[in-house]
């Protein structure tokens, strides 16, 4: 299983990224995707995750009616449409694929020995 986000960068106060992240390996469909973002100083937090099977997303609070994960299943990615930045957006974002998720998927069902991509740098500055 490989996972390669992509969609980076740095923008404004108010602007906007897409995020992709990459998907290759699953043979099946049972498995959920997560995005997650680390800040300088602080502990690695749970964006977003979907549930590849059941279709359910999770959004946290912090990033709620802000962003929306999506998929192109011909192409296999996932994506984070990141609307309203803001500084506090900032950080190293991953996507994360675990295995066997129940209905609804939240962040915390993705651990450190699952799978993660190598991270993407979000900078909003204000």
């Known amino acids: 299983v490989q996972l390669v986000e992509s969609g980076g960068g740095s923008v404004q106060a108010g602007g906007s990224l897409r995020l992709s992240c990459a998907v290759s390996g699953f043979t099946s469909d049972d498995y959920a995707i997560g995005w997650f973002r680390q800040a300088p100083g602080k502990e690695r937090e749970g964006v977003a995750c979907?549930?590849?099977?059941?279709?359910?997303?999770f959004y946290a609070d912090s990033v709620k009616g802000r962003f929306t994960m999506s998929g192109d299943n011909a192409e296999n990615t996932v994506y984070l449409q990141m609307n309203s930045l803001g500084p506090e957006d900032t950080g190293v974002y991953y996507c994360?694929?675990?295995?066997?998720?129940?209905?609804?998927?939240?962040?915390?069902?993705?651990?450190?020995?699952?799978?993660w991509g190598q991270g993407t740098q979000v900078t909003v500055s204000s």
């Open positions: 994360a694929a675990a295995i066997a998720p129940p209905p609804r998927v939240t962040p915390s069902f993705f651990a450190p020995s699952d799978y």
């Open positions: 979907i549930g590849k099977s059941h279709g359910n997303t």
